[in-house]
């Protein structure tokens, strides 16, 4: 058995779940304001978690590429 796989840190799963979060937050949002005129606070911060852990991810894979 391979000790050193480390399966919590997929490339697959670091991109594809904040662009989901995103959506699913700017579709919370639009509902909000169709129903009650309002954006919540819950879909904004779903916006805006997603789009800290995108930049975040980005930055890391960017910043590992140029080390190798």
């Not at 058995?1 to 959506?23: F, Q």
């Not at 639009?30 to 995108?54: A, K, Q, T």
Request: charged share 15%.
């Amino acid at each position: 058995m391979n000790m050193e796989t480390d399966n919590t840190n997929k490339p697959g799963v670091n991109r594809k779940l904040p662009l989901i979060i995103i959506a699913v937050g700017v579709v919370l949002m639009i509902l909000m304001i169709i129903f009650e005129d309002e954006p919540g606070g819950i879909p904004v911060l779903l916006i805006v978690f997603g789009i800290g852990w995108h930049v975040t991810t980005w930055l890391r894979s960017k910043s590992q590429s140029n080390s190798e």
